[in-house]
């Protein structure tokens, strides 16, 4: 929502440009990995995901990377565009049904 | 969202007063979560649910307890809220109990005064 929007970094790219967000991590036993896009006023949405046997996985316009051995994940967004304007997180699922643990997130800002 | 309802969207109620949230989801998945999210701090499991009259604590769970009587719906109740309660919350759903991506609700917006 908005207020969780305050308070976060924040990254202005502008439009056109290829965005990268990064995220630290945690737990070095997590085996899967998710990126979240939340927009003003709803719920986060799943964007992609990735499991800790891969480094790098594409979508539809975004790239996740993997660095296991820094605990660093990374979101990149090709093309970035005003709708991609949110804030985005990643999550941590840790094996042997341990809970899913959430970042606290990165505002994008797509200057049009 | 598709597949998953909270209610209300709003709601401002004075401390000490008991509150339901309501999380309906027509996906007909076993697994249930309740989170809060507040500024500075990453989504906090309150509670979480994996089939009927089967729940459980989450990280944050002190002041709130949790019904889920029928597959499709999840309650939350605040027993007696608190101004600390002053919260956004979200319910989630998901098809399996771990590494799967989580459906989450546009979230309800509670303020206590």
């Known amino acids: 929502g908005e207020s969780v929007g305050l308070h976060l970094p924040t990254l202005s790219v502008q439009e056109g440009d290829n965005s990268i967000i990064n995220c630290a991590y945690s737990?070095?036993?997590?085996?899967?990995f998710i990126w979240y896009k939340q927009e003003s006023g709803k719920g986060p949405q799943f964007i992609i995901d990735?499991?800790?046997?891969?480094d790098k996985r594409q979508g539809q316009r975004v790239t996740v990377l993997l660095n296991k051995t820094v605990k660093h994940l990374s979101l990149q967004i090709a093309a970035t565009q005003p709708g991609d304007s949110a804030v985005y997180f990643c999550a941590e699922n840790p094996p042997s049904y341990q809970k899913v643990t959430f970042g606290t997130g990165t505002k994008l800002q797509v200057i049009p | 969202d598709a597949g998953i309802t909270q209610s209300p969207r709003h709601k401002v109620t004075e401390t000490g007063t008991p509150v339901t949230l309501r999380c309906h989801q027509t996906?007909?998945?076993?697994?249930m979560y309740w989170y809060r999210q507040d500024p500075g701090h990453g989504l906090r499991l309150i509670h979480y649910s994996y089939g009927v009259k089967d729940t459980d604590k989450g990280e944050v769970s002190d002041g709130y307890s949790v019904s889920r009587s029928k597959t499709e719906d999840f309650l939350l109740t605040l027993e007696s809220a608190t101004s600390s309660q002053t919260s956004v919350y979200f319910c989630?759903?998901?098809?399996?109990?771990?590494?799967?991506?989580?459906?989450f609700g546009s979230g309800t917006r509670l303020t206590v005064v």
């Open positions: 996906e007909n998945h076993r697994y």
């Open positions: 989630a759903i998901s098809e399996a109990r771990d590494r799967v991506g989580y459906t």
């Open positions: 737990n070095s036993a997590s085996d899967y």
């Open positions: 990735i499991r800790s046997n891969m």
